[in-house]
Structure formats: structure tokens, C-alpha cells
């Protein structure tokens, strides 16, 4: 019997290699029409002008807090509020930027970000849509939100934010291996964020007025990163694309059947309400320990009964934010209950509907075994 998976690589290998063949044929690897495709179609899925293609999802995020200084015009660190349940690449690109996270700790039904839990102050806020949730903006409309949704790639109502971030890396729900984009509404921050990418070389505009008669294509306006994707990476995302409406309502079909499928053997365990299930995406399906459970003992069981799973990101207890801010689980409880009691299963679209049966056994089985 076959394990049961987090994630697939699902990849038409013959498309793949055809869009490969086109861009290597075209001798442009660094920046060609597959970019420009690519950009426009995640641009245009999520209601946005444009899309910028860049090497990661972490990537994306960063690029995102410095076009959030250029907007806001602070001659300081920006205050970004931050959910305290994450994966960590969230708090390093705001650690990344010089900027200032402003933990807040999640709702226990969305495991995303509570704004009612949140300080007043802040100046930007980077909500997360957790597993493929859409959280949505915080209540002072006026605030610049950064909508990580690196795990909600398609979801039609991930499209909240002032610049909207996605991650294709290979355990999410389409992949380019690596890779990441931002899309956004705002011309001259995408002028910006184009230039920032490319080493802060100057985007667009009249390079003559400056350098005299010569065209001077390294003319340097910022400090800048290197962090454009490129054509290849493109290429495969184009081929994902593909999939993409195809392979959300398979997952959601099957997210659905393990929630049948956990309440009809009365697993001991906190599983998403009907209203995460109607609007998330499911990159992957949360679930949630009682205390009297070890976590460790529920994981392991499952992985020798064939189902493979993981901790639902614990954020504040990683030993780096605790050399950073020391021990601050214990100011965000709802956190720090699933820093030590969440996990998620797969419920990806190659799995059937027997699968979902399989992982809601196994996880009844693991509990009791754990107890």
C-alpha cells in the first residue's frame, strides 16, 4: 500500500520539456516572453495589474516590505505585524529588511492571524493565509497590507492585500522548484520593485538624459538585490498554470471527505470549521491535538501506519526567534497550544476519496495508540 503523502510533484513531463526546448532554442534564459506570461497569468488569477517573478516565495516577501517603506515614506524601521503561528520565512524577510515584527497570536478555527488580539500599533500588517485560508485585512482599512499568501496560490479570495506573495516551491500546491511573485496595483512601486530585483539598475525611463549620448544599461539608482526568477523556472510554471483549476477543487473534494471521514470514526482531535472548508485552498489539512495527546508519539505512529504528516509551523518556539526575543510562546496561547499540538496530513489531488478514509483511521488509531 502506497504512502500517503504531504505533496506531489505533478509535472507533464512532455510539456515541460517542450517549453524548456522553446526557451533554450530562444537564447534568452535571464528574461523572455515566458517571464511576461508568466507574470500576467498569476497577475490577472489574483485581480491584480501586474506580477513580478522572483527566486522565492521569502524573496517575494522581501521585496514586498521595501516597496511598503517606499509607499509609507518612514524614515525608520516599519512595525509589521506578524502572526505568531508561521513558517519562518515570514519573520526573516521582515528580520531581512530591518524592520520590526509585532507578534500576534492566531484564531484557534483559522490558525491564522486574530486582529482583535492585535497591539495598536503597527504600520504594516502581513497576515498569513495559512494552508491555503484567506484571512482577510485587518479592521483599520487604511493600514498597508502584504497578503502573504504563499500557500494559497488560485484561491479567488487571496487577493485582499496591497501586494499579494506567492511561493512555488516544490511541496506547494503548483511549483517551479523554486521560485516566488508579488502582484500588486501600483505602477511606480512595480517600476520600483523592477529595479530593486535587478541590483537597483534603473527600469524603464530615458538613460540618455544621464549618461550623455551613450546608452548606458548599468546605471545603478538604488541598492538593490538580485532576486529575478528566470525563463526556465518561468516555463515550468506556465506548464502548472495548466493544472491549477483543475487540481483546487480535487483537493477541497477531498478535504471535505476526511472531515466526513474523521467525525464518522470520532477522531479525539479539533478539525476546520465549515467555513475554512468552503474558502480554503488546501495546500495541506490542519489538525489539532488535545493537550492530554504527545504530538510526538501521534507522528510517529502515523508515518509507520503509512501516513506521512508534519508540525503545523511552531514559530515562537524555534531557537532562533528565542535567541532573538527569548521566550515569548506563553504571550500568544493560542499559538502556543499548536506550537506543541498542531500537525497537517496531505489531502493533495492525487489521493482518492479511499485515501482520506485510509489518513482519518490511521489518525483515530495513532490517538488511541497515544493515550
Given at each position: 500500500m502506497s504512502r500517503l503523502t504531504i505533496g506531489i510533484l505533478d509535472i507533464d513531463k512532455d510539456d515541460v520539456l517542450r517549453r524548456i526546448k522553446t526557451v533554450l532554442d530562444s537564447g534568452f534564459l535571464s528574461s523572455g516572453k515566458e517571464i511576461v506570461e508568466f507574470e500576467y497569468k498569476v497577475a490577472q488569477l489574483h485581480q491584480k495589474s501586474f506580477g513580478i517573478f522572483v527566486n522565492s516565495g521569502q524573496s517575494a516577501l522581501e521585496v514586498a516590505l521595501e516597496l511598503a517603506k517606499e509607499h509609507l515614506k518612514k524614515d525608520r524601521p516599519l512595525k509589521v505585524l506578524v502572526p505568531a503561528t508561521t513558517y519562518a520565512a515570514t519573520l526573516w524577510a521582515i528580520i531581512n529588511t530591518g524592520n520590526i515584527p509585532v507578534f500576534c497570536d492566531i484564531d484557534s478555527n483559522t490558525f491564522c492571524i486574530d486582529y482583535t488580539k492585535a497591539p495598536e500599533e503597527y504600520d504594516v500588517a502581513l497576515?498569513?493565509?495559512?494552508?491555503?485560508?484567506?484571512v482577510g485585512r485587518p479592521p483599520n482599512k487604511d493600514v498597508?497590507?502584504?497578503?502573504?499568501?504563499?500557500?494559497?496560490?488560485g484561491n479567488p479570495k487571496c487577493t485582499y492585500g496591497d501586494i499579494v506573495c506567492f511561493s512555488f516551491y516544490v511541496s506547494h500546491i503548483i511549483t517551479t522548484g523554486n521560485g516566488g511573485m508579488l502582484c500588486l496595483n501600483n505602477v511606480h512601486l512595480e517600476s520600483y520593485a523592477r529595479s530593486y530585483i535587478a541590483h537597483g539598475r534603473r527600469y524603464g525611463g530615458d538613460f540618455t538624459k544621464h549618461t550623455g549620448e551613450w546608452v548606458d544599461r548599468f546605471f545603478f539608482d538604488k541598492v538593490g538585490v538580485s532576486y529575478r526568477g528566470d525563463c526556465l523556472h518561468a516555463a515550468l510554471g506556465l506548464s502548472q498554470l495548466e493544472k491549477l483549476l483543475d487540481i483546487i477543487p480535487i483537493r477541497k473534494r477531498n478535504a471535505v471527505e476526511l472531515l466526513y471521514q474523521l467525525k464518522?470514526?470520532?477522531?479525539?482531535?479539533?478539525?476546520?470549521?465549515?467555513?475554512?472548508?468552503?474558502?480554503?485552498?488546501?495546500q495541506?489539512?490542519?489538525?489539532?491535538?488535545?493537550?492530554?495527546?504527545?504530538?510526538?508519539?501521534v507522528l510517529k505512529d502515523l508515518f509507520i501506519r503509512g501516513v506521512d504528516s508534519r508540525v503545523l509551523f511552531p514559530l515562537t518556539t524555534q531557537p532562533a526567534v528565542k535567541t532573538l526575543y527569548g521566550d515569548i510562546s506563553q504571550n500568544y496561547p493560542v499559538s502556543a497550544k499548536i506550537n506543541t499540538q498542531g500537525f497537517i496530513v496531505g489531502c493533495h489531488q492525487h489521493m482518492t476519496m479511499e485515501d482520506m478514509e485510509r489518513i482519518a483511521l490511521r489518525v483515530r488509531e495513532a490517538i488511541r495508540y497515544a493515550t
Open positions: 497576515p498569513v493565509d495559512l494552508c491555503g485560508y484567506p498597508f497590507v502584504i497578503e502573504d499568501a504563499c500557500e494559497a496560490i464518522e470514526y470520532k477522531a479525539p482531535v479539533q478539525w476546520p470549521s465549515q467555513e475554512y472548508l468552503d474558502d480554503c485552498v488546501f495541506f489539512f490542519p489538525l489539532v491535538l488535545e493537550d492530554n495527546v504527545d504530538r510526538t508519539t
